[in-house]
């Protein structure tokens, strides 16, 4: 089964494709020759994953997938969420100006509760026998972790809020644990499971 998954993330990538293993042929946005800007709008992961997933499926008619992701702070009523990518104003998924906005927004404020949360949106071109040519199954799967922010940045690996990120049941952040350890606890980790589980059984 040849499935989109609507990024050009390696990391991403290589994760999806060692779950969904070899009965399914994972393409990246490359691999389909796309390099649009593709759009989201919306103000919550669900409709953004989704509205990337249907701009590849309107644009290649193949099953695909999108993800979008968002930390969620408690004592912020869940900022910065669907904005995590652009928190620090005038920014574009700058790691570090996000990290140290976070930081002083949190400052003296002793609830540091948070947690990632991933949204996975599925449109499934149905089967090749439906009178409806263009007729897909639409689902979205969803992976969160919990944990709170720590008071300063520690780690080098990962990305984004990885360093100030510590996931509960450890003291290191996700940016200490490694990339084996956040790969079988994190967020989107939990989410790419279910949707391995859903497409297994097509």
Known sequence: M???????????LEEIRNILGERFQVMSLNDMDCHDD?????????????QK??????K?????????????????NGAPGVHSA??????????EANMNKLLKELTGNNNR?????TVIALILKDDDNSSDDDSTTSLFF????????AHEKTGKEGFGYDPIFIPDGYEQSFAE???????KISHRARAVEKLADFLKEQ
């Open 142 to 149: 969803e992976g969160t972790v919990s944990g709170h922010i």
């Open 113 to 117: 509760k948070a947690r990632f949360r």
């Open 177 to 183: 644990l490694g990339t084996d350890i956040k790969n």
């Open 60 to 76: 290649y008619h193949i099953s695909c997938f999108a993800d979008d992701t968002g930390l969620e702070v408690e004592a912020l």
């Open 2 to 12: 040849k499935i989109v998954f609507a990024t050009n993330n390696k990391h991403k």
């Open 86 to 95: 652009r928190y620090a104003e005038g920014t574009d998924h700058d790691s």
């Open 53 to 58: 997933a249907q701009y590849v499926y309107d």
């Open 38 to 50: 593709i759009p989201e709008d919306y103000d919550t992961l669900e409709l953004n994953a989704m």
